[in-house]
């Protein structure tokens, strides 16, 4: 069934991806509104739909609805997501805002699709979650996961287009001899890294790395599973590595692993080392598929444990791609119910 | 006392820091002679000391040197080694051709100095490895050490010369709009990452993962500690970083750990995430010490597990310091038997 769709946050870096993806998977769309804050409203966006007026997030009316794509962040969420869904409008939302009450579905479609339910609001998850999860689910489906071990390697774009811009411009600085100065991260990003994404919380891991413990967790289902993990900005645009150690409930057998993910949903399979074909930020950004590669047999572990390391586009699988993929289901279920 | 000292593959991006760390460190130098290849040989190097004349390394005469620092890869240590020892010349060796010898001592001075006992062969280690060593030594001797799990952050020098080169001239034209190009690595390096540093092993581990493996149980001196690694180069000059987690035999006392460290030879601790200290390539590079921070307690092993993060410099610690700390265990030891 085609539904009346909406963006909200149409101009930023996620919003644009998703209106991108829209069109690239032929999403069932009635007709398209885009929604951004009160400076842009009023001007165009050029589209692939063509081009399409902007209007006010914050005096969005939603009963002309059927789905609205949340990529506004912070507090903006909180105060308008039930304004749509009491206008009986389904809400994708990008932020972290819901993602741990546990009432909202959060939900990577090759995974949990189930989760969604009768649900008005739905979550979708961190980007450095939604990258990791479809290998690790698959592990766990298999071999049982006990322990998750992630290193990350994650792109400028995860703070947004003036991130990337600052690593460009700073890049350039740094290049011609000037100082590399920063306004967006911490610290300039060009030529170094930043072990620090999002604000520290009592426990000295930042809140981007408890999302990953809480996240994974919630869309696997399972509390019982230990995960830590540590989020490290490094001056790269827009796709996110992971290097992940687990530790299984039953011993893997590599080559059926590799089999199993050969064939998986979402993923491309990128392991022959000996051609020097792993994943890289290189070959996985603009690509929907989480690349995975370099896996081997844990040397701590034995046969309980595999490494490997995963590469994705922050703002495709680790966004847009997500939100529109839950979008497909929530459309299924739409269809369901006027059948 | 004072020693007549050669530094060999004096032009290589190694030897160049070896002669600035020499003359920083005040190294007690009777003369300095500098030896590369045939085709820098007759050529004159500026160098702290003064302008010098390159002497041809394949024709290096050991008898008028008391110490020798080997800065050269490949093939050249293992025929040229024994010329120099069998002369009455001590060689310390950067490459890693003696570095598994069971005769051959593998030396960071901060941690077993005394392992150097008559060596006249003493092998430096790699440069990933010597980044981690205190660290993780120091839990060693105090909370036992049971598993080692590390992903590297590795910097372009790495690779030598050609490659910051090459990560400079191919990041100007990512920017320009030019496609970036490559021949020391494998890939384009400039916002990218490669997860691959030196040949795949049977294993699946690369050569550079191994050896932080077996490096790391050598200077510690047990073989029983399980240790995993993956090595990955990231668009970064010249400091290398390494997330580290470790699961210990004893309790780990944090604030205790944090104490022992923060008063540990060659080291700087960065750990307050608070107020965004924390190590980073941006304040390691150029510094003896190796930053050391983001300790924290682990999620998964509790009492028994720390995780932290290591910055340091690739040419100085990772390399030229490291070579000359064990050059001064050298003079030393001159120095007692000239008593």
Redesign the interface.
């Known amino acids: 069934m085609k539904l009346k769709t909406g963006v909200l946050g149409a101009t930023g870096l996620v919003g644009r991806e998703i209106i991108n993806v829209l069109y690239n998977r032929h999403f069932p769309i009635e007709s398209l509104r885009l929604y951004a804050s009160e400076r842009s409203a009023g001007k165009t966006l050029e589209t692939p739909f063509g081009r399409i007026e902007i209007e006010n997030a914050d005096n969005a009316g939603y009963s002309g609805l059927e789905l609205a794509f949340f990529a506004i962040g912070h507090d903006w969420p909180k105060a308008n997501a039930g304004k749509a869904t009491d206008a009986g409008c389904t809400v994708i939302d990008n932020s972290s805002t819901f993602r741990y009450d546990a009432d909202v579905p959060l939900v990577v479609p090759e995974i949990n699709p189930e989760a969604i339910g009768d649900a008005k609001l739905i979550a979708n998850p961190n980007c450095t979650t939604a990258i990791a999860a479809i290998p690790l689910w698959h592990i766990y489906k298999h071999f049982g996961l006990r322990?998750v071990?992630i290193?990350t390697?994650q792109a400028a774009s995860g703070a947004g287009r003036e991130a990337m811009e600052e690593l460009?411009e700073e890049?350039?600085n740094a290049?011609d001899g000037r100082e590399a100065g920063h306004n967006v991260f911490?610290?300039?990003l060009p030529?170094?890294?930043?072990?620090?994404i999002d604000a520290?919380q009592p426990?000295?891991?930042t809140r981007e790395e408890m999302k990953v413990?809480w996240e994974t967790r919630k869309i696997l289902g399972d509390d019982a599973i230990?995960?830590?993990c540590?989020c490290?900005r490094?001056?790269?645009?827009r796709a996110h590595?992971e290097?992940i150690?687990v530790k299984t409930r039953e011993p893997v057998d590599l080559e059926r692993l590799t089999e199993i993910l050969g064939h998986a949903e979402g993923v491309e399979l990128r392991d022959k080392?000996?051609q020097?074909i792993?994943?890289?930020?290189?070959t996985a950004t603009g690509k929907y598929n989480v690349e995975i590669?370099?896996?081997?047999?844990?040397?701590?572990d034995g046969d309980y444990g595999v490494?490997f390391?995963v590469c994705g586009d922050q703002l495709l699988k680790g966004a847009a791609l997500n939100a529109v993929q839950i979008g497909e289901l929530v459309a299924a279920r739409y269809g369901q119910r006027g059948a």
């Open positions: 322990e071990r290193s390697y460009e890049t350039r290049l911490q610290y300039p030529f170094n890294l930043i072990p620090q520290f426990n000295e891991y413990v230990s995960i830590e540590i490290v490094v001056p790269i645009m590595s290097s150690s080392p000996e020097n792993y994943p890289m930020p290189l590669g370099r896996i081997r047999r844990s040397l701590i490494s390391f």
